[in-house]
């Protein structure tokens, strides 16, 4: 199994520099469709339900105080497995080109993010985690994003 760091390293090797909350999105988003996909999950990391939408603390810890990132040393792409590089792929191909904004406000309206909020004043602070179950559940539901079945 990968780790956060290493799909991070991956998605930015793709997809060249982008904002980090673009980044946090598109590893819940690898994350989520990967549990559906493969049913396992994508990496360990826990992932939690911030105001912004999901986040991966670990890599939030890395790159705080950054607005935007380049590349990612704390991970290693190549090792990866194919099965995992199609997960990024898919996930990148439908979601890569949508803003940051875009994303987290799509994130706001789906049920693991919300259900995860679920008691929190709309701008509260928390450390919920968006579970496994909910992600796989809620995005089994949906259509499948290009590229996979």
Known sequence: MANAADVAAA??????????MKLQK?????????????????????????VNGPVVPEIYHAHKGNFSVSKWTNGNSSSLTQGECSTIDAVLEFYGSRTAQWLS??????????????????????????????????????PPVDGQE
């Open 11 to 20: 998605i930015l090797e793709r997809s060249g520099p982008m904002s980090t």
């Open 105 to 142: 406000q799509v994130s706001h309206q789906e049920s693991p993010w919300k259900d995860a909020r679920d008691g929190l004043a709309p701008g509260a602070r928390g450390s919920q985690i968006i579970s496994h179950e909910a992600m796989q559940g809620y995005y089994a539901g949906l």
């Open 26 to 50: 598109l590893l819940y988003y690898c994350q989520a469709w990967h549990l559906v996909w493969e049913d396992e999950p994508l990496f360990p990391e826990r992932i939690e339900a911030w």
